[in-house]
């Protein structure tokens, strides 16, 4: 197996979304980003989850860029697919 082939290979593997509860689905990617975080997310449904993010990033004074764009790609996908429209 080539590099190349190992980069999608893992890629793939890190977009791959897993059923956490039945109210939230995350990639490993988030999942690890989670974890660096020590923040629990099997009990909690996508907006508790925004929320705890959004909390963790109002209350630090660094700046978490990957944070950050967890709270946006979680805050989008519960727009577009948990919205009425």
Known sequence: MNEIDEIVINTHKSLEMKKINDKLYLSNKQINILNNYDIDYENKSIEELIYEIEEILNDSYEESIELEELSKELSEFN???????
Do not use: A, L, P, S
Request: glycine fraction near 0%; avoid cysteine; aromatic fraction near 28%.
């Open 79 to 85: 727009y577009y697919h948990n919205t009425k429209k």
